[in-house]
């Protein structure tokens, strides 16, 4: 099964940067939306940001203005800045094909993003 991997993760004050990466074992970002989700403690996995092979975005409304997502078709890489981050985005984050993709990657490990001060 092709498994992801995301990377660039830590522990940052609020206010700051981050930037995530992910990357698939195999090409098939060119094929599909793909999309970041977080999961913070003792809450469900939710997405909160997808965009379409043609590079179309789409954000949840907590971090819209503030998250973009963007990816690398050449690359196999699907990115994830986030600025302006607060406690309340503290969570595990994931990568994975979006949410209309009746195909599902396997999860990866994810990578913490911790927000504290």
């Known amino acids: 099964q092709v498994q992801v991997v995301e990377s660039g993760g830590g522990l940052v004050q609020p206010g700051g940067s981050l930037r995530l990466s992910c990357a698939a074992s195999?090409?098939?970002?060119?094929?599909?939306?793909m999309g970041w989700y977080r999961q913070a403690p003792g809450k469900e996995r939710e997405l909160v940001a997808q965009?379409?092979?043609?590079?179309?975005?789409n954000y949840a409304d907590s971090v819209k203005g503030r998250f973009t997502i963007s990816r690398d078709n050449a690359k196999n890489t699907v990115t994830l800045q986030m600025n302006s981050l607060q406690p309340e985005d503290t969570a595990v984050y994931y990568c994975?094909?979006?949410?209309?993709?009746?195909?599902?990657?396997?999860w990866g490990q994810g990578t913490q993003v911790t927000v504290s001060s």
């Open positions: 994975n094909t979006a949410p209309t993709v009746a195909v599902r990657l396997g």
């Open positions: 965009i379409t092979n043609a590079g179309s975005p």
């Open positions: 195999i090409s098939i970002f060119s094929i599909y939306a």
